[in-house]
């Protein structure tokens, strides 16, 4: 599944861009995290509970921040499992000036869904995995405008 | 093929409709499944499975499992490779994991299994068992994995074989095929899709596996439709591992069985690793499927992506046909066709047709899905091979405008041409297929049916008739040709009679519904002229039963049917030799009628059956071994061939593209009826799982090999609510081969039900171009249709 889109947040760009290659940060905005742990830089390990329907699972996530080019481009790489279901994900995010000092966002994600919450939450995958990014983008804005 | 003799209703032989012996224990709830048994001591094994349709496998950490309260023990590839069981051959000689050592193939496979004292615990266990996955290319469409750049699935077949094509076979005469379709006048070509489904037997498959150190034995409680073919695998399989489980002490038993329709005759990992289990803790272990594991791991049916052309006369009489088809059998070819036919019977597509010439040919691909394909209620791919010709001589008909009916009327084998040859080399038995579809439309009252048709559509109403004109194959078979893995495919059965005059019968088939225990009795009845209640059927404890090869692909009344039959006149023979004794007689001089030999002339110097077999015991002559007993393993001639005309009235709602089955006529003709009534119930549920994949039934997969189907939500089984009210009619044509003249039908309506719907959805459409339907006819791919002319 593609997903794509664009948001404006009323923050300079260097410190939006401080927010999003920090995990206790960022990663606070994941849906569902219950922990980040950090392993280094460039690595850490999130546990997120993810619910599809009637299905839930816990998943164990290891990122990357596989690409940085402060401050303009990230892309984070994402590989979790949960008992019988797994996610893997990349997510691309460009910063750029944006209207009234603030920043504008165009990040896009390619995220695949395996296993039981695919089989058996198929035709809910789709409305959930975009409520759930929205969620995050609103979590982001309003953490940072704040 | 001898005369059917009448019996009386006390006696309860062929033709009557004898109430089931089994369903007083089923309607009151004392079926025994297995998932009923408990054995003292016993573990529970479930299973870790993969989330990914092709992956590898880079680590398993079961530290967090083995934590959990009451596991016993995970085992994974790894532990099984020391012993040689990671692998096992599958029925049709092909290799399919137990548990992945590196590499996992399809979504929800086996990768490790937790035993644990209870069925929670065990569940438990799995969620904590981590494994750590790399995805790898997934492979789900059968025509991409034929592409040079596809990744190879199964590297473990050698350096030689660095492609995803498994088998090439082929059937009949493709440059006289070619040539005959040249010279057509017409020719229809089609691509015709019968999807992947699955049996869904309301019992999910499971065992308990019950190792007993000390006395060395292996008792196997299960769900199966072939208990002995079981019972050799299994023995051969440990003996390949360098166990001592030997056969003699390897004991297979079923129990009752909650559906089988060919999914319970392959052999699952499930079984195997709860006998590893088993072996390695010395306790019983139970593994019971949850409906999920069953949808998405378990053998499925069809998947045959077919294109077929027809080659015909400006006056629509048939002459060639010619197929191709793709047959997507997931990662390993766990079919359980016979050895020598890797597509099955599919070359009786040329159906019940009088065709000069044919040629059929089938190439059998890997892709990341479960292994399979089984025969669902169908005998080794007919119902593939039948959909496909029927829907064909439907597209004809309507290409040169003549009526379905009369253009299957002037093409069908006539009855004096029997027994007929087919192009690929099938010998038909018997029929009258003109007969069996006359008595449909006059049933239906198919030529006011055409005018209301015609009425309708004149005001722009959608409705269709559909017809289907099928012919079976069934009871595999003789062994010159039909083996699985070498096993040939006779079937068998023991009478013993009591001096008392009752009878034990064991058969070397396993009844999973069809109602062995009342219809075999009734063969003995009518053999010998016991009262039915006097005849018990035993089945499905191979350390009792006579071997047999098992119940699929509507063999049981064709093979074992006849061994009863055989068995019983070798014991009517001996009971002549005791009756001429009795009534100091010559043998030439006694008549029999069911149950009794008497003088020739005069019927009151005579002796009843029960008469002769308390002498056999009693009073038996000098040089005749006493007892009246007689075994019987029969190697069919020649295989049997049903037959029927069905027709269906469909009703399209223009505002959903929901298709109505409004009526529906059946006709069928199995030969000589042991039970008319039981005859029914099949033909009754057969229609009902013929409609089920012809409007609700689909596996499907996602693009990443995710199976969307696991559940019965999204996997649609008709109900009653969707079921209509069948109308069946029957003609008897006797098989001249078969002993008591019987054919077998539990497949026949699962087979010919479907293209009669597809037909008659087309035939509502046709005047609005649509030329072909693939099943499952859902209202979203109708609604697409009407919408797309401007209808909907």
């Known amino acids: 599944m593609k997903f794509a889109g664009t948001t404006d947040i009323a923050a300079p760009r260097d410190r939006v861009w401080a927010f999003v290659i920090d995990p206790n940060q960022v990663g606070q905005c994941g849906p569902g995290v219950e922990s980040i742990e950090v392993i280094d830089d460039t690595h850490f390990k999130a546990t997120a509970k993810v619910g599809i329907g009637f299905i839930s699972a816990r998943f164990v996530v290891n990122m990357e921040l596989a690409e940085q080019d402060a401050p303009d481009r990230a892309v984070i790489k994402a590989h979790g499992q949960a008992p019988g279901s797994a996610v893997d994900a990349t997510a691309a995010m460009t910063l750029s000036d944006g209207d009234a000092g603030g920043t504008r966002m165009d990040w896009n994600a390619d995220v695949t869904i395996s296993g039981s919450l695919a089989s058996l939450g198929a035709r809910l995958i789709e409305g959930t995995a975009n409520k759930m990014i929205g969620q995050t983008f609103d979590c982001m804005k309003a953490k940072l405008e704040a | 093929?001898?005369?059917?003799?009448?019996?009386?209703?006390?006696?309860?032989?062929?033709?009557?409709?004898?109430?089931?012996?089994?369903?007083?224990?089923?309607?009151?709830?004392?079926?025994?499944?297995?998932?009923?048994?408990?054995?003292?001591?016993?573990?529970?094994?479930?299973?870790?499975?993969?989330?990914?349709?092709?992956?590898?496998?880079?680590?398993?950490?079961a530290s967090e499992a083995l934590k959990i309260p009451g596991v016993a023990a995970v085992v994974t590839g790894k532990d099984l490779e020391g012993y040689k069981l990671h692998w096992m051959p599958t029925l049709a000689g092909d290799m399919q994991m137990v548990l992945p050592t590196d590499t996992v193939m399809y979504?929800?496979?086996?990768?490790?299994?937790?035993?644990?004292?209870?069925?929670?615990?065990?569940?438990?266990?799995?969620?904590?068992?981590?494994?750590?996955?790399?995805?790898?290319?997934?492979v789900v469409d059968p025509h991409k994995s034929l592409e040079k750049d596809a990744p190879v699935l199964r590297p473990d077949r050698g350096e030689d074989k660095k492609t995803n094509h498994i088998w090439h076979w082929e059937s009949g005469d493709k440059a006289a095929a070619d040539a005959a379709l040249e010279a057509s006048d017409v020719r229809v070509a089609e691509d015709i899709y019968i999807p992947r489904i699955?049996?869904?037997?309301?019992?999910?498959?499971?065992?308990?596996?019950?190792?007993?150190?000390?006395?060395?034995?292996?008792?196997?409680?299960?769900?199966?439709?072939?208990?002995?073919?079981?019972?050799?695998?299994?023995?051969?399989?440990?003996?390949?591992?360098?166990?001592?489980?030997?056969?003699?002490n390897i004991r297979v038993k079923t129990h009752d069985i909650g559906g089988g329709f060919g999914g319970k005759v392959p052999v699952y990992p499930g079984y195997v690793l709860a006998v590893a289990a088993s072996f390695l803790i010395g306790k019983p272990v139970k593994w019971i499927e949850d409906r999920s594991e069953n949808l998405q791991a378990d053998s499925f049916a069809r998947d045959y992506h077919i294109h077929a052309e027809i080659g015909a006369t400006r006056e629509g009489r048939i002459q060639a046909l010619k197929v191709k088809t793709i047959a997507d059998h997931g990662y390993s070819d766990a079919a359980a066709d016979p050895s020598k036919f890797p597509a099955g019977l599919f070359n009786v597509i040329t159906g019940s047709y009088d065709f000069d010439k044919a040629f059929v040919e089938v190439d059998g691909v890997y892709t990341n899905k479960p292994p399979g394909g089984v025969a669902y209620r169908c005998s080794f791919r007919v119902t593939e091979a039948v959909h496909a010709i029927e829907r064909m001589v439907d597209i004809l008909a309507h290409d040169v405008g003549k009526d379905p009916a009369q253009l299957r009327l002037e093409n069908f084998i006539k009855p004096d041409q029997f027994p007929y040859k087919t192009p690929t080399g099938w010998e038909y038995d018997s029929?009258?297929?003109?007969?069996?579809?006359?008595?449909?439309?006059?049933?239906?009252?198919?030529?006011?049916?055409?005018?209301?048709?015609?009425?309708?559509?004149?005001?722009?109403?959608?409705?269709?008739?559909?017809?289907?004109?099928?012919?079976?194959?069934?009871?595999?078979?003789?062994?010159?040709?039909?083996?699985?893995?070498?096993?040939?495919?006779?079937?068998?059965?023991?009478?013993?009679?009591?001096?008392?005059?009752?009878?034990?019968?064991?058969?070397?088939?396993?009844?999973?519904?069809?109602?062995?225990?009342t219809t075999f009795a009734q063969i003995i009845a009518q053999e010998l002229g016991f009262p039915v209640a006097d005849i018990k059927i035993e089945y499905g404890d191979t350390d009792t039963a006579p071997y047999g090869l098992g119940t699929y692909a509507s063999r049981s009344t064709p093979v074992a049917g006849a061994a009863t039959a055989v068995a019983a006149r070798k014991i009517r023979d001996k009971a002549r030799k005791l009756a001429a004794h009795?009534?100091?007689?010559?043998?030439?001089?006694?008549?029999?009628?069911?149950?009794?030999?008497?003088?020739?002339?005069?019927?009151?110097?005579?002796?009843?059956?029960?008469?002769?077999?308390?002498?056999a015991y009693t009073n038996h002559p000098a040089g005749m071994e006493a007892g009246l007993e007689a075994v019987d393993y029969y190697d069919p001639p020649n295989l049997t061939f049903p037959f029927g005309s069905y027709i269906c009235v469909v009703d399209?709602?223009?505002?959903?593209?929901?298709?109505?089955?409004?009526?529906?006529?059946?006709?069928?003709?199995?030969?000589?009826?042991?039970?008319?009534?039981?005859?029914?119930?099949?033909?009754?549920?057969?229609?009902?799982?013929?409609?089920a994949p012809a409007l609700y039934e689909q596996i499907t997969y996602d693009e990443n090999g995710n199976n969307l189907t696991g559940t019965f939500m999204d996997y649609l089984l008709p109900t009653a609510v969707e079921t209509p009210a069948w109308e069946l009619e029957k003609t008897v044509t006797p098989s001249p081969h078969h002993p008591i003249g019987a054919k077998g039908v539990g497949e026949s309506a699962t087979v010919g039900a479907p293209p009669a719907i597809a037909n008659a959805v087309v035939d509502a459409l046709w005047h609005l171009g649509v030329r072909n339907i693939d099943i499952p006819i859902t209202p979203p791919k109708v609604w697409a249709i009407l919408h797309e002319k401007g209808i909907a």
Request: hydrophobic share 40%; net charge negative.
């Open chain 2, 107 to 138: 979504q929800s496979q086996e990768v490790a299994a937790v035993i644990a004292t209870s069925r929670y615990a065990a569940a438990d266990g799995v969620a904590a068992v981590l494994v750590d996955y790399e995805p790898l290319p997934v």
């Open chain 2, 198 to 248: 699955h049996v869904a037997s309301i019992e999910t498959c499971g065992c308990i596996a019950d190792w007993d150190p000390v006395r060395q034995q292996l008792t196997l409680h299960m769900t199966s439709q072939a208990p002995h073919a079981i019972r050799t695998v299994l023995a051969l399989v440990a003996a390949g591992a360098g166990l001592p489980i030997s056969e003699q």
């Open chain 2, 1 to 61: 093929m001898t005369e059917i003799l009448q019996t009386s209703p006390e006696i309860g032989g062929m033709g009557h409709s004898v109430k089931r012996k089994e369903d007083p224990r089923f309607i009151r709830g004392k079926g025994e499944y297995i998932d009923d048994l408990t054995l003292p001591g016993m573990l529970w094994l479930d299973i870790v499975r993969s989330p990914y349709a092709h992956a590898t496998i880079k680590g398993i950490d």
């Open chain 2, 582 to 615: 009795l009534l100091e007689a010559s043998e030439e001089d006694l008549e029999w009628t069911p149950g009794e030999f008497h003088v020739k002339g005069s019927p009151d110097r005579k002796k009843t059956i029960q008469e002769i077999a308390f002498a």
């Open chain 2, 652 to 691: 399209i709602d223009k505002g959903t593209g929901e298709v109505k089955v409004r009526r529906f006529v059946a006709v069928d003709d199995c030969g000589n009826i042991i039970n008319p009534m039981i005859v029914d119930g099949q033909i009754h549920g057969g229609l009902t799982m013929g409609l």
């Open chain 2, 431 to 517: 029929g009258d297929y003109g007969r069996a579809l006359h008595k449909a439309l006059d049933l239906i009252g198919y030529a006011d049916l055409r005018k209301e048709q015609a009425e309708k559509r004149a005001r722009g109403e959608l409705m269709g008739i559909g017809i289907s004109s099928f012919t079976e194959i069934v009871g595999a078979g003789p062994s010159h040709d039909f083996d699985i893995l070498g096993l040939k495919m006779f079937d068998s059965c023991e009478i013993r009679v009591h001096p008392t005059g009752k009878v034990l019968a064991r058969i070397g088939v396993q009844t999973q519904g069809q109602g062995h225990e």
